[in-house]
């Protein structure tokens, strides 16, 4: 029986650059320049779905689970919110930078090196981030049934990822990999981009039923990204656990 999601290649290209996460002119400029969308996507969602109400702290003590959290680019906005993180990430590269910038920054995040179907926990999240990550994972389908067993009832996971259609190839792979160089060649593998459907199947025999789905858009007039109906390349989904 497969007990295992972690994907080594994936993980040793990440490791390789795991020092230039909190450089915005870095290897990971291209997440810098998404982060405050997906921040703010976040952010209001939850306060809307959990009916939050404390202006000062909007996610205070909610507690969210953040996996393949990378060096803490959104574990740390979220700490800033006020919700309790725990970042989890199989790249102990990936976890050594996160801890060192939280420390730096006098922030408690519990970053812990292991992927959700090893995570030892008896914690029951309310939020669960699974953002560009199931791209990068062996076996989605088990991946996101462990992450399942991690949230708790009523509770909340967004899923952010790439659309497997001929435009995400373009867009995606040859545009931002090979032209403008955003990315890394061989960054991404589009054999491993899934459709919203299909990640919608696989979530509803996990308890987690859609609640919104939105795609995400980058303006290069105003070099900025923006939510959008255009879910062929990148996309969001809110799911709800039943």
Not at 28 to 34: A, D, E, G, I, Y
Request: glycine share 4%.
């Amino acid at each position: 029986m497969k007990n295992n999601t972690i994907n080594k290649k994936e993980i040793e290209k990440f490791s390789i650059i795991a020092e230039e996460w909190w450089n915005p002119d870095g290897k990971f400029k291209p997440l810098h320049k998404f982060n405050p969308i997906r921040i703010s996507y976040i952010k209001d969602n939850i306060i809307n779905s959990l009916k939050l109400e404390n202006k000062e702290k909007p996610l205070e003590r909610i507690k969210i689970l953040d996996i393949g959290c990378g060096g803490g680019l959104l574990s740390e906005p979220m700490t800033r919110l006020g919700a309790v993180v725990t970042g989890i990430d199989a790249s102990e590269k990936n976890i050594n930078v996160a801890k060192l910038h939280a420390k730096k920054n006098n922030l408690d995040i519990d970053y812990i090196c292991t992927s959700p179907e090893k995570f030892q926990t008896s914690t029951k999240f309310d939020v669960i981030l699974n953002m560009e990550i199931i791209e990068h994972v062996d076996d989605v389908d088990f991946f996101l049934k462990s992450c399942s067993k991690l949230l708790k009832k009523d509770g909340l996971m967004f899923v952010a990822t790439l659309n497997k259609t001929l435009k995400s190839y373009l867009f995606a792979i040859i545009g931002a990999e090979y032209i403008l160089k955003w990315l890394p060649i061989g960054t991404h593998d589009w054999e491993k981009f899934i459709k919203p459907d299909d990640l919608i199947d696989k979530l509803k025999k996990h308890n987690l039923k859609l609640e919104a789905l939105n795609g995400f858009k980058f303006n290069l007039v105003k070099n900025e990204w923006k939510l959008s109906s255009d879910r062929s390349v990148n996309y969001i989904g809110k799911f709800i656990k039943a």
